[in-house]
């Protein structure tokens, strides 16, 4: 079983929205500081939003005010509620999970195209 795997992505109008999931199946899902980074194809990849097992939220400058993250510890979920999407949010978003060591998921593609 992957310890992470994504869904949701897709593609959207510019100003359209999209909500990403992410479920774990790592045993201390709970301790764990989850995060969604995206990567553009020649591109370092990026933290986009993360979230630490005790619910301290951090956003990077460009999705602030746009994008939500969220958890639910009990079903071992992250989610990634994005709005007013824009064209330069394209990419492939992926879920992390640190506990120390990182795990990643296969990422989903959103591509914001009219």
């Known amino acids: 079983q992957e310890p992470l795997a994504e869904s949701g992505g897709g593609e959207v109008q510019p100003g359209g929205s999209l909500t990403l999931s992410c479920v774990s199946s790592?045993?201390?899902?709970?301790?764990?500081?989850m995060g969604w980074y995206r990567q553009v194809p020649g591109r370092q990849r990026e933290l986009v939003a993360d979230?630490?097992?005790?619910?301290?939220?951090k956003y990077t400058d460009s999705v602030k005010g746009r994008f939500t993250i969220s958890r639910d510890n009990a079903k071992k979920m992250v989610y990634l509620q994005m709005n007013s999407l824009k064209f330069e949010d394209t990419a492939v978003y992926y879920c992390n999970a640190d506990l120390g060591y990182p795990f990643w998921g296969r990422g989903t593609q959103v591509t914001v195209s009219s």
């Open positions: 790592i045993s201390a899902f709970s301790l764990a500081t």
């Open positions: 979230i630490t097992g005790g619910g301290t939220i």
